[in-house]
């Protein structure tokens, strides 16, 4: 991606709940707003190509830091996090934007101004797009809050009623180590921010499920010299890197992991 390019995004701090929390955005919105939540290891910069593409197709196109994530605040007791924050967060920010509320198709279709207004009111509303961990907050968001949403996509995690169960993975299946309060901490502070991220997006491109034997740290099964995954730049590693030097690990072991 150009500078140039990349620059297109505008970047704001909105107070929600007592944190200031950083989201991205380009576009004016002329159909609607499309939401774009991260996963991890990954921040509102994770979705900066397909926030270009919708912006020039005519939607406004969001992507926050999720709280503890990036440039946005840290909590202040992350231990206490749960999902619910995010789901609130995500209620504030749409709030913050004047997303509009889903409009009732037959409330409308018999009022006076719907021949004028029913295609463009309808589709004003928001589009959530999750990826891992990103799609458990754009499920919970949309069952909750049903009148706020148009559609939802998500990437990796299939909606499942009943959670998602790893009893049957081996113990040192990296979820199950992350887990463990100071285990993953432990890992990952042998290290530098730049390296713990490049280590996971190298194993999570690999079509293995990253499993360490027991006398290994998942971060001890990537070679230093393993190349980086093709879609995956110096450039790209240096960015991740200086955000997560910046927010740390703690909040992001939290949630998802724990």
Request: hydrophobic share 45%; glycine share 8%.
């Amino acid at each position: 991606m150009q500078a140039m390019d990349l620059a297109k995004i505008e970047h704001s701090h909105i107070l929600i709940r007592g944190l200031n929390l950083h989201i991205a955005h380009v576009g004016k919105g002329e159909l609607g707003t499309v939401v774009f939540l991260h996963g991890f290891p990954e921040i509102w910069y994770t979705w900066r190509h397909q926030m270009l593409a919708v912006a020039a197709a005519g939607f406004r196109a969001v992507a926050p830091d999720f709280r503890g994530y990036g440039l946005s605040d840290q909590p202040p007791e992350p231990e206490k996090a749960t999902f619910d924050d995010l789901v609130d967060d995500l209620l504030g920010i749409l709030d913050s934007l004047a997303v509009p509320k889903v409009i009732d198709r037959l409330s409308f279709l018999r009022s006076p101004v719907c021949n004028f207004h029913k295609h463009v009111i309808r589709i004003l509303q928001a589009f959530l797009i999750g990826k891992d961990f990103g799609a458990f907050p754009a499920y919970q968001f949309a069952f909750h809050h049903q009148d706020r949403v148009r559609g939802v996509v998500t990437l990796g995690i299939p909606y499942s009623p009943t959670g998602l169960s790893f009893d049957s993975l081996p113990e040192g299946f990296y979820i199950k180590r992350w887990r463990e309060p100071g285990r993953a901490e432990a890992d990952f502070g042998r290290l530098d921010a730049k390296t713990v991220v490049r280590n996971v997006y190298i194993l999570f491109s690999k079509s293995e499920i990253p499993i360490a034997m027991e006398d290994q740290e998942i971060m001890d099964l990537v070679y230093p010299s393993a190349p980086l995954p093709p879609w995956l730049t110096d450039d790209d590693l240096e960015t991740y890197g200086a955000l997560y030097d910046k927010s740390g690990f703690r909040f992001p072991l939290q949630i998802p992991y724990r």
